[in-house]
């Protein structure tokens, strides 16, 4: 349902009328080529091309369902004078004509049918409108809408009633996968809400098409609402693995946001990437107390989280692009306050974990009360706290671009790192002497990959400073060092290289500290550009006989 073009001064209005006294739909709904309607209310501030939004209040007597049906632009000033004589046979009630009230007369654009209504039980739970001032001050006729809650109708009146769509329907399983096995919550800033706000939806619309999914799902015996549109299970089909029993999550969120992105919030074109984190939440202030002194009075300062939710197969998926370095960021929820932060080392799915590897996660976790016993499990190391603490809305999401919410019940969030906030590469107190660390056993997250204990560049990086004094770039014709280059943010920094591949190895093997290398990420990219393996000594001597001109730097 659209209306006309607007000039871009147009103002929004709600006029409003009570169907016990008018007949309101009837009127709208006549052959008239206009119609009039009081302007009780800031008759000084309407004018010719203003949007009206028609109102009907909840009758008593007739039952009559509140909220917007239809729309209409402004066609006149605000008259003084008797009422529009086709209005007369409306009125349920006999008015008093009175040649002192005002009005003005209303071009009718289009008319909600039952299914297309705005309702006002919708707009009172909605996370834009639910402030509006027709909800709070009721007694009236005439409401100009304020212009934060504009786009929010003008999106609500255009789809309300429409057939959901396959990318409507996608951007209703994302929010079913991200709140799976979790609390399905209609609230401000959770999943639900924040797709109905995406796709133009109610926000129960949006809940309801969750219902629908779970009706869909084999793997959730809740019920759900089996009364789904046929685009809906042509969408499950398409995400739903049947084989792996499970969502193929990350195809899942790459549609969601290529169907969506025109209100995602992305850099500037030529701006640099921004760092991802991970923040998570609703955790209790004597957890996050009890946990971070246990963390960082231990060698590693390690800790062990637990959570259900899709949500987290995104965090496993992102943690396996970068492992090792993909920070977590720990909110104290009652306070909103990020208290400590550490590094993600593992991202389990709990039911692929060995026994071995259940009995370590249990080491690290954050009670003696808490059971180990969610679909997913997160290992974060190297925790240390937030001095000072940092608020969650410097935090903007990588979903929308929109800041954490305040008093938030969602599990985790994939967030970009706030701008102010350096990245922190710890190094962890462990033994330089330690003459060699286990790798290559195949371990699974959501894909398996061989195993790179973080443990084995730290100790790297330390006996580099042990040695030498610094972090240095081993090909011998480059030297690099970040913390010379780049000041304190480069310190202790180096890409650390395995000079025997993994991949060429079978099954678990033994790495020394003397199989390794630190790197520059230039000399990184040339051992391993096209598919090769190259040796420093290679490296070095591409370097050596490479153009003078090719070497000497610009300026």
Request: aromatic content about 8%; overall charge negative.
């Amino acid at each position: 349902m659209s209306g006309t073009r607007r000039q871009r001064d147009a103002q929004t209005w709600i006029f409003q009328g009570n169907p016990d006294k008018f007949d309101i739909d009837g009127y709208v709904a006549s052959d008239e080529d206009r119609i009039s309607w009081r302007a009780n209310q800031s008759r000084e501030e309407i004018r010719p091309g203003d949007r009206v939004f028609l109102w009907r209040s909840a009758g008593q007597k007739t039952k009559a369902v509140s909220g917007i049906i239809a729309e209409c632009t402004v066609v006149s000033i605000p008259w003084q004078g008797h009422n529009d004589p086709a209005a007369e046979d409306g009125w349920n009630e006999a008015p008093a004509s009175r040649s002192d009230q005002w009005h003005v007369w209303l071009r009718v654009e289009c008319i909600a049918h039952a299914k297309q209504v705005v309702k006002r039980a919708w707009l009172e739970h909605d996370p834009v409108c639910r402030d509006m001032r027709i909800l709070k001050f009721a007694a009236a006729t005439n409401f100009l809408v304020e212009p934060r809650h504009v786009e929010r109708l003008e999106r609500l009146w255009e789809r309300t009633g429409v057939d959901w769509t396959r990318a409507d329907s996608v951007a209703g399983l994302w929010a079913y996968d991200a709140t799976y096995q979790g609390e399905v919550s209609k609230s401000a800033g959770r999943p639900v809400s924040d797709v109905a706000l995406r796709i133009g939806r109610a926000v129960g619309g949006v809940y309801n098409k969750v219902m629908n999914f779970r009706a869909l799902d084999p793997r959730d015996d809740r019920a759900g609402l089996p009364a789904g549109a046929a685009v809906d299970g042509d969408v499950w089909r398409e995400f739903y693995d049947e084989a792996r029993k499970e969502l193929r999550s990350a195809d899942l969120e790459a549609a969601y946001h290529e169907l969506w992105s025109d209100t995602i919030s992305w850099p500037e074109p030529g701006a640099p990437p921004r760092a991802k984190c991970v923040v998570w939440n609703n955790l209790s202030p004597a957890h996050i107390e009890s946990a971070i002194d246990r963390c960082v009075s231990s060698s590693l300062g390690r800790v062990a989280f637990q959570r259900g939710g899709g949500v987290l197969r995104s965090i496993a998926e992102l943690a396996d692009e970068c492992p090792g370095a993909l920070e977590v960021f720990i909110v104290q929820r009652k306070t909103d306050q990020v208290v400590a932060r550490g590094r993600i080392e593992r991202l389990f799915r709990r039911a692929d974990m060995s026994t071995e590897e259940l009995a370590d996660a249990t080491k690290y976790k954050l009670s003696t009360d808490d059971a180990l016993d969610a679909d997913f499990i997160l290992i974060a190391t190297d925790v240390v706290r937030c001095e000072p603490p940092l608020n969650i809305t410097a935090f903007d999401k990588c979903s929308d671009g929109t800041p954490l919410k305040p008093r938030g019940q969602w599990p985790a969030s994939i967030c970009y790192l706030p701008r102010d906030v350096l990245p922190r590469v710890p190094v962890a107190d462990i033994d330089d002497e330690l003459a060699g660390f286990l790798e290559g056993q195949p371990r699974t997250r959501m894909v398996n990959h061989r195993r790179r204990e973080r443990s084995l560049r730290d100790a790297k990086i330390r006996e580099a400073i042990r040695l030498t004094g610094a972090v240095r770039c081993e090909v011998d014709a480059c030297g690099f060092d970040f913390l010379a280059t780049y000041g304190e943010v480069g310190r202790e920094y180096g890409q650390v290289h395995h000079l025997k591949p993994l991949a060429s190895n079978d099954g678990t093997v033994v790495t020394r500290l003397e199989d390794l290398a630190i790197l520059c990420a230039n000399c990184h990219a040339i051992v391993h550009r096209g598919g090769e393996c190259r040796s420093l000594a290679e490296v070095a001597a591409l370097q050596a006989t490479a153009p003078a001109a090719r070497r000497t730097p610009a300026g």
